[in-house]
C-alpha cells in the first residue's frame, strides 16, 4: 500500500512538473514607457538597471536622481537636486557590492551612495572636468572625462573609493579625442571601450599598458550610451539630421575589429536618446531631449525600438 502511495505522489509531482513547464507562469507586467520626471528643466541622461529590476536614472540639468522598479511606469526621487554640491549627474551605475556611483558632470565629482542614498564618498577631478561616464573592473572605476578628454581612474572596494588620477590624458591617444562619452570594460578586465564622439570611432584602451588604438569597423561605431554584453557591443549613435539609434555590433576576440550587425529604429522626433540599459530581453534608453534642452516634461525612458 505504502509503494502505491509513493508511485501516486511521484506521478503526481510529474505531471505537476510537466504542466508548469508547458504553462509558465506570466511574466510581471513592464511598461514601455517610463516617467522619470515632471520637473521643468531636469534633462535626464544616465540609467542603469539592475539584476533586480531597479532602475536608477540622473538628471544631467539639476543633478537629482530618480529611482524606480521595471514594473513601475513612475519613478521617485532618490537624491534631491544640488545635495551634496551634486548640481548635475551623468553617468550611474551600481558597484558589486550594491553601492550606486554618480558622475558628477561639470561639479567634476565622483559619488559615491549606499542604497539608502547615504552618501559615502565623493571624489574630485581637475577643475574644468566633465566627468561623463564610468565602468568598473574588479579594483577600480575608470571615467570619461569630456572637457579634457581623458581617462580618470579610482580604486575601489567594499569600504573605500580611491582618490581620482589622471590615468590616460589627451596626448597620449591616437587620432586625438574630442569628445569622450561612453565606455565599458570587457568581461576579463583587461580592456575598455571608450566612445569618442568628435570624430566618431571607438578606441581600444588595454588596461596593462595603458596602450590606445582605434577599433577597426565595417561602420561607423561611435556613441553616447554604451553597453557590453559578451563580444556584442550597443551604442546609443548620432545618426544625423535628429536621428539617434542604438547601433549594435561583435568584436572579434581582441576587442581590437567590430562588425555591425544592426540598428534599432530611430527615437523619436526631438526625444535625443542618450544612454541604454538592459532589462531583461529588451533594450532601455533615456529621452533627455538635450537637442531641445532643457525640454519639456514629462521626461521619459522607453524601450529601444526594434533591437533587443
Known amino acids: 500500500m505504502k509503494r502505491l502511495i509513493v508511485v501516486v505522489v511521484l506521478a503526481s509531482m510529474v505531471t505537476s512538473a510537466t504542466t508548469a513547464a508547458a504553462h509558465p507562469r506570466p511574466e ?26 531597479t532602475m536608477y536614472v540622473t538628471s544631467v540639468g539639476t543633478g537629482a536622481v530618480y529611482r524606480g522598479s521595471v514594473r513601475s511606469a513612475r519613478l521617485q526621487l532618490f537624491l534631491p537636486a544640488g545635495s551634496d554640491g551634486r548640481t548635475q549627474a551623468t553617468g550611474v551605475h551600481v558597484d558589486r557590492w550594491g553601492r550606486v556611483l554618480v558622475a558628477g558632470a561639470s561639479t567634476r565629482k565622483l559619488f559615491r551612495y549606499d542604497a539608502r542614498g547615504r552618501l559615502l564618498a565623493s571624489r574630485s577631478a581637475a577643475q574644468g572636468s566633465f566627468l561623463n561616464d564610468f565602468t568598473f573592473t574588479r579594483d577600480a572605476v575608470y571615467v570619461t572625462d569630456s572637457a579634457h578628454n581623458q581617462i580618470w581612474r579610482a580604486s575601489i572596494t567594499r569600504d573605500g573609493l580611491g582618490e581620482l ?31 569618442e564622439q568628435g570624430q566618431d570611432l571607438t578606441y581600444r584602451v588595454d588596461i596593462a599598458s595603458r596602450a590606445v588604438r582605434p577599433v577597426e569597423s565595417d561602420g561607423t561605431l561611435s556613441g553616447d550610451g554604451y553597453l557590453l554584453e559578451g563580444h556584442r557591443l550597443y551604442v546609443v549613435h548620432n545618426a544625423g539630421n535628429g536621428r539617434y539609434i542604438t547601433r549594435m555590433a561583435r568584436l572579434d576576440r581582441t576587442w581590437s575589429k567590430a562588425g555591425i550587425l544592426a540598428d534599432s529604429a530611430p527615437g523619436d522626433a526631438g526625444a535625443t536618446p542618450t544612454t541604454i540599459a538592459r532589462d531583461r530581453g529588451r533594450l532601455l534608453w533615456v529621452n ?7 525640454g519639456t516634461p514629462p521626461y521619459t525612458v522607453s524601450v529601444v525600438p526594434d533591437l533587443n
Do not use: C, K, M
Open 28 to 53: 510581471p507586467h513592464r511598461p514601455s514607457t517610463y516617467v522619470v520626471s515632471q520637473t521643468p528643466g531636469d534633462t535626464p541622461e544616465g540609467i542603469e538597471v539592475t539584476r533586480d529590476g
Open 288 to 294: 533627455s531631449q538635450l537637442d531641445r534642452a532643457p
Open 165 to 195: 588620477e589622471p590615468w590616460i590624458t589627451r596626448d597620449r591617444i591616437s587620432p586625438t579625442p574630442y569628445f569622450l562619452n561612453g565606455i565599458v570594460a570587457t568581461p576579463d578586465g583587461r580592456t575598455l571601450l571608450v566612445g
